[in-house]
């Protein structure tokens, strides 16, 4: 009973593809054509799992860079403030070429994104603001340590700004001025001042510094727009009287360290304004 129950069910499904056959054939040959059909295997993509590692040469970099801004404080603490300004310089070079060694070699990464903006908190913003307090803001009391928070302040709110325009603002231009570029200022007059390389009185050296602090933190949070140098690619020929200049600039560095990295970053911090001021006055916008 059994057996025959069963055949009858194969040959009731025999007759139905049959019949569903012959119709598919008829329905060809009214079409003209000659109607095939493929059988396909169909595979479930299964989610691709994420690497964990991450990239080691552009992060050894970013974290020698940290390292230079933690050195740095380390040194305020035990009031070797020349040595601690030339590491905040350190750290400018090592973060300069961070960015570019992951560019060239291709290993940017979110995480590397990340990283390198925490290292820049604690290079420029934490470590200038604390060896500017140690070396002569804390003689001014409740001041001093005002507008060393007012510098740190605006470093931690000019890197969460460019974080979050990443991709939107003009690559060429930094929108307010950079934080290594303000740590290299306040570096730049600590150790200019620290080496009695320029007369200015005891009495005046706090009022200075807190002029500084406030202007470079203010700074970072204007929009006034400074020149990045990302347009500049080193794959590409430059006019000679480029390569002229940067040897110039090698012998200037090289003959009064202090002096000149301070004069250079002076005139970098008012660039911008300079710029928002031609902007204003010729109605064009400078590019």
């Known amino acids: 009973m059994t057996s025959f129950r069963r055949r009858s069910r194969l040959d009731r499904n025999r007759l139905l593809r049959s019949r569903v056959g012959r119709k598919q054939n008829e329905w060809a040959e009214d079409l003209g054509d000659e109607v095939d059909f493929e059988v396909e295997e169909l595979h479930v993509d299964q989610p691709r799992k994420r690497s964990k590692g991450i990239y080691l040469l552009p992060n050894a970099?970013?974290?020698?860079?940290?390292?230079?801004?933690?050195?740095?404080?380390?040194?305020?603490?035990?009031?070797?403030?020349?040595?601690?300004?030339?590491?905040?310089?350190?750290?400018?070079?090592?973060?300069?070429?961070?960015?570019?060694?992951?560019?060239?070699?291709?290993?940017?990464?979110?995480?590397?994104?990340?990283?390198?903006?925490?290292?820049?908190m604690v290079s420029f913003g934490v470590a200038p603001a604390l060896v500017a307090y140690e070396w002569a803001l804390k003689d001014l009391g409740k001041l001093g340590w005002l507008a060393a928070f007012t510098y740190c302040a605006g470093a931690a709110l000019r890197l969460a700004r460019f974080n979050v325009n990443t991709g939107v603002i003009d690559k060429k231009f930094f929108q307010g001025l950079p934080s290594p570029a303000a740590g290299a200022l306040m570096a730049g007059?600590?150790?200019?001042?620290?080496?009695?390389?320029?007369?200015?009185?005891?009495?005046?050296?706090?009022?200075?510094?807190?002029?500084?602090?406030?202007?470079?933190?203010?700074?970072?949070?204007?929009?006034?727009?400074?020149?990045?140098?990302?347009?500049?690619?080193?794959?590409?020929?430059?006019?000679?009287?480029?390569?002229?200049?940067?040897?110039?600039?090698?012998?200037?560095?090289?003959?009064?360290?202090?002096?000149?990295?301070?004069?250079?970053?002076?005139?970098?911090?008012?660039?911008?304004?300079?710029?928002?001021?031609?902007?204003?006055?010729?109605?064009?916008?400078?590019?």
């Not at 860079?65 to 040194?75: D, K, T």
């Not at 060239?104 to 995480?111: E, I, R, V």
């Not at 360290?257 to 001021?277: E, N, R």
Request: aromatic share 16%; net charge neutral.
């Open 61 to 120: 970099f970013t974290t020698a860079a940290l390292f230079c801004g933690f050195f740095a404080i380390v040194n305020a603490m035990n009031h070797h403030f020349e040595v601690a300004a030339i590491a905040i310089f350190a750290s400018l070079v090592l973060d300069g070429m961070d960015g570019r060694v992951a560019r060239m070699t291709n290993t940017q990464s979110a995480f590397g994104e990340q990283y390198d903006s925490l290292a820049d």
């Open 189 to 287: 007059f600590i150790w200019l001042a620290d080496d009695n390389k320029i007369p200015v009185r005891d009495s005046a050296i706090p009022w200075v510094t807190f002029f500084l602090a406030v202007y470079a933190g203010l700074t970072m949070v204007s929009n006034a727009r400074f020149y990045s140098g990302k347009a500049l690619d080193v794959r590409y020929r430059v006019p000679f009287g480029v390569m002229v200049l940067l040897i110039l600039t090698f012998v200037l560095i090289s003959s009064n360290p202090p002096l000149t990295l301070f004069g250079l970053f002076v005139i970098y911090s008012i660039s911008g304004y300079v710029i928002w001021a031609w902007e204003r006055l010729s109605g064009r916008r400078f590019s």
